[in-house]
């Protein structure tokens, strides 16, 4: 099979320079490199594992799935409440 991988500069040099000093193709390193790679256990963290640094950091209601609906229309009304006082004060209409 072929691959075609695309490189920065430096690194492309460095290859290059590195199979030269060895006498090596740069298929038979990049081989090397993959298999290398490939033969460590993937990093495959869990749910859990991910979010363990957010865990307890932040806090809410007690009850907050309890009420979550009703504490969402209030936080809604006093938006739109908020909203109609500050026209009154500048005098403008809602259209």
């Known amino acids: 099979m072929t691959t075609t991988v ?41 749910a859990f594992a991910l979010g363990e640094g957010v865990f307890g950091r932040f806090s809410g209601p007690v009850d907050l799935a309890e009420t979550r609906k009703s504490q969402l229309a209030d936080a809604w009304q006093d938006k739109h409440e908020h909203r109609a006082s500050a026209l009154k004060i500048t005098g403008q209409q809602r259209l």
């Open 6 to 46: 695309k490189l920065p500069d430096p690194l492309e040099k460095s290859l290059r320079q590195r199979c030269a000093q060895e006498g090596r193709s740069i298929s038979e390193v990049m081989r090397d490199a993959l298999t290398a790679y490939l033969a460590q256990p993937a990093v495959t963290a869990s």
